[in-house]
């Protein structure tokens, strides 16, 4: 009986940093090959243990025989997501399919390539990659709001902020009305608490989508941003009741929630991802087609020029 597609999710991740790995190469070195998807494998010798477990189970082939069709599996799904991913994004896809060789052509906005090099740092907590989240986490504010209308507006709340804020002085712009994110801490909570007790609560960004005045009832998008490996671990938040309790009455309409990701997350992880967080997922595909569709023109070739400033400094690294 052949597995799901949902049993096969598991496979999903692996098969997209591979494919991460050679578009980052070919964005360095304007080509790569799509054999080098098996290259960390074969270098870790991940391959030679596979090949090894399968030939003790087969019985009937010798391990290099399982290592050339592992090999030749792995290459053959990384090159799948690298058509699947020109086939959504198409003209916005930032590479180009030559035969066996991805060729590098940069985008419009910069933003595939920077949210690449994002996902492929060796860290994000380290320099020059320190910078990468908080450079993602107010762009994708930005487009977020874009996505939801023209009469939205856009508000950062992740920490760090800038310029530096505590929670209430942060969240302060959302009360413009005396029925909605009225500032009144649950008892025995600080009526402004400091950032070692509060940073973001976390929540990285609000969008607020407004009815065209000023009276109470609009609807809030709630937005989490994680750019680690990690980020999946992340998929509860923002946690409502955490922010709840510092407003009363916090809302009229309960809030949405937007996660955000600088990975291309496979077509059953990311249903997975909408059905554990509850929330409108914004993968880097998703945030690629804002940028380059929605994104107002004037805007573009500023934010490209940024985009790609971080995104070689990465790869020049």
Request: net charge negative; charged share 35%; glycine share 0%.
């Given at each position: 009986m052949r597995p799901s597609p949902y049993a096969l999710r598991t496979e999903e991740p692996r098969v997209s940093a591979?494919?991460?790995?050679?578009?980052?190469g070919a964005m360095r070195f304007i080509s790569s090959v799509i054999d080098d998807a098996a290259r960390d494998e074969i270098f870790s010798g991940e391959l030679d243990d596979e090949a090894e477990l399968e030939s003790s189970v087969e019985g009937d082939r010798h391990a290099w025989q399982q290592q050339d069709l592992a090999q030749e599996e792995l290459v053959g799904s990384t090159l799948l997501e690298i058509k699947r991913r020109a086939e959504i994004l198409g003209k916005h896809y930032?590479?180009?399919v030559?035969?066996?060789?991805l060729e590098y052509r940069s985008s419009s906005t910069g933003f595939y390539e920077f949210c690449l090099a994002t996902a492929c740092a060796p860290s994000i907590t380290i320099k020059p990659y320190v910078v990468f989240p908080r450079?993602?986490?107010?762009?994708v504010t930005g487009l977020v709001r874009e996505y939801f209308g023209p009469h939205c507006s856009a508000l950062h709340t992740g920490w760090p902020r800038t310029p530096k804020k505590r929670f209430?002085?942060?969240?302060?712009?959302?009360a413009e009305n005396k029925y909605e994110w009225v500032w009144?801490?649950?008892?025995g909570l600080d009526d402004d608490p400091p950032y070692v007790v509060v940073k973001d609560e976390p929540v990285d960004f609000v969008i607020t989508s407004r009815l065209m005045d000023q009276r109470p009832g609009n609807l809030y998008v709630l937005g989490q941003c994680a750019c680690g490996d990690d980020w999946d671990s992340k998929l509860e938040e923002p946690d409502l009741p955490r922010i709840r309790k510092w407003f009363?009455?916090?809302w009229i309409i309960p809030p949405i929630r937007a996660f955000t990701t600088p990975f291309v997350l496979g077509d059953e992880t990311l249903r997975e991802a909408s059905r554990r967080s509850q929330s409108i997922v914004f993968d880097r595909i998703r945030l690629t087609l804002i940028s380059e569709e929605i994104l107002p023109h004037q805007i573009r070739k500023s934010m490209k020029r940024r985009m790609l400033h971080f995104a070689s400094t990465a790869s020049k690294a």
């Open positions: 591979n494919a991460d790995q050679v578009e980052f930032p590479f180009e030559i035969k066996n060789k450079i993602f986490e107010r762009t209430k002085e942060a969240m302060s712009r959302l009144s801490p649950e008892h009363s009455p916090p």
